[in-house]
């Protein structure tokens, strides 16, 4: 799929400036990323939010969980301008989780992001990456993070791990995590981020496939989170989703995506299985892979 021009791409007006001046002018291309189409709706519904222990920097901590020196050296970088996004970028924008506001204040973004383009990673929009992808914008994390309802012991599934910036925040709200990634190059990226800051000793498991059909073996999952838009949703995923579990995923062609939530309410495939919430309009680039659509 061919990329878009700059212009054509919904993005707010202080990131489209900055993109041009940058250099930026292609829009994210395939999988996986997106940015909001400036609508003020968001999903409203028990986040399921806990306290959690934090460690010296205000980090999240599991009990019997340690930081790598690399993590508290980027802990440390750009932290006011954490702090502005989370404040203008998503409480501003409606959103409350406790829990993930305090992911996206702790993750260092910046280092999710090429070097070369490192001094745009806090602002409102996405930003390419290797293998003609993006990392998403920070409302779209934390949106579609909050919309999972993610509680303290879940496992997730993340389909498209990119950058492995999602899959960070995740790390912050899970248990265990599991991302797979279509693209070797892709996926070969995202590692080396999480590996680099210590996140792949804690419980975060990276692999390289076809994001169609899940992780099977590793099923089921409290929360699965694609962050790249099939036509339908993929069955393998639902069949994969844990009982009371949340499937979040952006469903349609480009110009008519929006993300939907999926509950499972009981076992089996059956349409009384599982209720369908749809929430904002995106846009995310297309699933990868034979089945994709």
């Known amino acids: ?36 189409d400036g609508s003020s709706a968001r999903w409203r519904g028990d986040s399921r939010a806990s306290a959690v222990p934090v460690a010296d920097g205000g980090a999240p901590l599991r009990p019997g969980s340690s930081r ?62 290797p293998g003609e992808q993006t990392i998403s914008q920070p409302y779209i994390v934390a949106f579609m993070s909050e919309a999972a309802q993610i509680s303290e012991g879940a496992r997730c599934l993340e389909i498209g791990t990119g950058s492995g910036y999602q899959a960070a925040i995740l790390a912050e709200l899970c248990q265990e995590t599991y991302t797979i990634e279509y693209l070797p190059e892709v996926a070969e990226f ?41 036509e ?26 929006r993300i939907e939530v999926w509950n499972r309410l009981a076992a089996g495939d059956g349409q009384r299985a599982f209720a369908r919430q749809q929430l904002i309009g995106v846009r995310f680039l297309p699933f990868l892979g034979p089945q994709g659509k």
């Open 232 to 257: 339908r949703v993929p069955p393998p995923l639902l069949q994969q989703l844990a009982l009371r579990g949340h499937l979040v995923i952006p469903v349609g062609p480009a110009a008519e995506q």
């Open 68 to 129: 790598s020196p690399s993590w508290q050296a980027a802990l440390a970088e750009r932290r006011a301008e954490r702090e502005q996004m989370v404040e203008t970028q998503l409480v501003a924008r409606g959103i409350e989780d406790p829990r993930v506001l305090l992911a996206m204040r702790t993750v260092p973004r910046h280092r999710f992001v090429p070097e070369r383009i490192r001094q745009g990673a806090y602002l409102d929009g996405p930003l390419p990456i």
């Open 1 to 36: 799929m061919a990329c878009l021009p700059a212009r054509e791409l919904r993005l707010g007006s202080n990131w489209g400036a900055a993109a041009l001046a940058l250099g930026w002018f292609g829009a994210a291309c395939r999988h996986p990323g997106a940015d909001s």
């Open 190 to 230: 995202g590692r080396r981020n999480l590996e680099a800051l210590g996140y792949l000793t804690r419980s975060v498991f990276v692999r390289t496939g076809d994001g169609y059909a899940g992780w099977p073996d590793r099923a089921p999952f409290d929360v699965i989170l694609v962050t790249a838009a099939p």
